[in-house]
């Protein structure tokens, strides 16, 4: 069974960083591909970025190219997300997600984490 712990949210200004943390446990092959997804408030969760399981591929949203970097140390099994240039439209819950394949982390990843909290202030 996997399992997948988010940390490090918190409020930060505009223009700041922030580093997500992602802690798993489980088999290797269900953490072959990671990502990470955001759920604004009322809005509905999207996918922000996913990574393989060497970190030789990663993909990245639009909004986010060039701000956000996915990157995992599986030697402490932790994946991260890396947020610099921080914008108030960032404010979000952020979750964890992995799954077998990254041909599915983007849309319909077997895993899901508890998620955590980031506000952007202005």
């Known amino acids: 069974q996997v399992e997948l712990v988010e940390s490090g949210g918190g409020l930060v200004q505009a223009g700041g960083s922030l580093r997500l943390s992602c802690a798993a446990s489980g088999r290797p092959n269900s953490l072959a591909a990671m990502g990470w997804f955001r759920q604004p408030p009322g809005e509905e969760r999207v996918f922000i970025a996913a990574?393989?399981?060497?970190?030789?591929?990663?993909y990245y949203t639009d909004s986010v190219k060039g701000r956000f970097t996915i990157s995992r140390d599986n030697d402490k099994n932790t994946m991260y997300l890396q947020m610099n240039n921080l914008e108030p439209a960032d404010t979000a819950v952020y979750y964890c997600?992995?799954?077998?394949?990254?041909?599915?982390?983007?849309?319909?990843?077997?895993?899901w984490g508890q998620g955590t909290q980031v506000t952007v202030s202005s």
């Open positions: 997600a992995a799954d077998s394949s990254i041909l599915r982390i983007a849309t319909v990843p077997s895993t």
């Open positions: 990574i393989n399981w060497t970190g030789s591929s990663t």
